[in-house]
């Protein structure tokens, strides 16, 4: 089985610029989490999306966005870029996000998308 | 709201040694609770989970931890430290909604 593969693995950007990053979920997996892991912090959480749509979202603002595919697969989109979106983005998916209260339900991560705002 | 705290942002083990690490949680209903670890410039891989069924919970290489809802802990421990065992660690609590609350993470160094 595959795992969740992310690209691109690093980018630099300016201000004010935009990006999009892409994930690839595991085999059997229908749900992708978004999480922004600033150094020496644990994961952020962005967003999740199950089925097509947004099923939950952390304190980011707007310009935060993304997208999932009907193969599961999904991408992060960041509008005018700050310096302190500066970060490594992690991509994770997992199983049945809309049951719930699952105690099965684990992360399984991309190696990430490191992000360097100048 | 859950959340979980990291005591101690670095450990220092001397290969061989006993391995703990402090996790604490705050939730106002039985948690799910997490161990993953991160090697350099990887993502983060799962080392155990605690979904009620058992309070001691082993987990890949050889570590184990404890849920102790009197202390609302779930402390991670291995009896022996590897030098492979280098890495960052972070407690997590998941939601109802599958959102997951990471710690600020600790990194272990293992001294030869």
């Known amino acids: 089985e595959t795992g969740v593969t992310q690209s691109p693995t690093h980018l630099i950007k300016t201000r004010g610029q935009q990006v999009t990053l892409r994930c690839s979920s595991q085999?059997?997996?229908?749900?992708v989490s978004w999480y922004q892991q600033a150094l020496g912090q644990g994961p952020q959480f962005i967003f999740q999306?199950?089925?097509?749509?947004?099923?939950g979202r952390g304190n980011f603002p707007p310009r935060f966005s993304g997208l999932q595919f009907p193969n599961y697969s999904s991408e992060l989109n960041v509008n005018a870029l700050e310096l302190d979106d500066s970060a490594l983005y992690l991509c994770?998916?997992?199983?049945?996000?809309?049951?719930?209260?699952?105690?099965?339900?684990?992360?399984?991560f991309g190696a990430g998308s490191r992000l360097t705002v100048l | 709201a859950q959340s979980v705290t990291q005591l101690g942002s670095h450990v220092s083990v001397s290969e061989g040694a006993l391995v703990l690490l402090r996790c604490n949680y705050s939730?106002?209903?039985?948690?799910?609770l997490f161990w993953y670890v991160q090697y350099p410039n990887q993502g983060l891989q799962l080392l155990l989970k605690y979904t009620s069924a058992a309070t001691l919970v082993k987990g890949i290489n050889g570590f184990e931890a404890e849920f102790k809802k009197s202390e609302t802990s779930f402390h991670l421990t291995k009896p022996s430290a590897h030098m492979s065992d280098a890495a960052e660690y972070f407690c997590a609590v998941r939601n109802t909604g599958n959102q997951f609350y990471f710690g600020t993470g600790t990194s272990l160094t293992v001294i030869p």
């Open positions: 085999s059997g997996h229908n749900t």
């Open positions: 999306y199950y089925r097509e749509e947004e099923n």
């Open positions: 994770a998916s997992s199983t049945s996000a809309g049951t719930g209260g699952s105690g099965a339900n684990v992360l399984t």
């Open positions: 939730s106002s209903v039985p948690p799910y």
